[in-house]
């Protein structure tokens, strides 16, 4: 099975801290996405890469920015915390979308 | 419009009945379609995949699809209280090779 790894579960960050999340999968996939999840407004692209150093903006990028150095690995990065950005993130591989993806276990961020 | 859209619940039903889930998409030219679960403070989960028109069953599960009505459903048959999830329905459109587009997922309570 496909794993997906998220390097933190919960992280607590202070408002205008630069913060990293970093998410690995096993299976060579070429397809990466990161995701947020918020109550009410369901699951929301954020970014995402089909291939090393490529990156496309999703839905909503502004705040964000990614980098993918590496096929295995895609970060997530947010420049400069802000309570707005208190959510569920979650990371997603395929190799084709007409095989859905795998996600990650997510991770919960509290900006405080 | 939204592209996918699923009425956000409760549904209700009690243990051992069917349960029956509905998901709309507006793109006639969409692709492959998918089932996810997702448990309270989890990632989602693939539990369904169709491709074409029809049923697919898998255990207790039976996946529906009718492209030229455009929707997409999810039955579950001897509904167990484990089956209480959200139930997220993600679509590929046409032109999105590697991009799946969810809805907004329709939470189900198995009721004792």
């Known amino acids: 099975d496909v794993k997906v790894t998220q390097s933190s579960r919960y992280l607590v960050k202070r408002t205008g801290e630069k913060v990293f999340l970093e998410c690995v999968q096993d299976m060579d996939h070429e397809n990466m996405f990161w995701y947020r999840q918020d109550p009410g407004l369901g699951l929301r692209l954020i970014y995402f890469?089909?291939?090393?150093?490529?990156?496309e903006k999703g839905d909503i990028p502004e705040g964000y920015s990614v980098s993918r150095e590496k096929k295995e690995r895609f970060s997530l990065i947010l420049e400069s915390a802000s309570t707005n950005q208190t959510s569920m993130y979650l990371c997603?591989?395929?190799?084709?979308?007409?095989?859905?993806?795998?996600f990650g276990s997510g991770t919960r961020l509290t900006v405080v | 419009q939204k592209e996918v859209e699923q009425n956000s619940g409760p549904l209700s039903v009690p243990e051992g009945a069917i349960a029956s889930l509905n998901c709309t998409y507006s793109d006639r030219g969409s692709q492959s379609f998918f089932w996810y679960r997702q448990y309270s403070g989890k990632s989602p989960e693939l539990i369904m995949s169709?491709?074409?028109?029809g049923d697919k069953e898998d255990g207790r599960f039976t996946a529906q699809l009718n492209k030229a009505s455009q929707y997409v459903s999810l039955l579950i048959r001897d509904s167990q209280p484990s089956d209480s999830a959200t139930y997220l329905c993600a679509v590929v459109g046409p032109g999105t090779a590697s991009k799946l587009t969810f809805g907004t997922g329709t939470r189900l309570q198995v009721t004792l």
């Open positions: 890469s089909y291939d090393v150093k490529m990156k």
């Open positions: 169709i491709y074409s028109n």
């Open positions: 997603a591989s395929s190799l084709t979308a007409g095989r859905g993806y795998t």
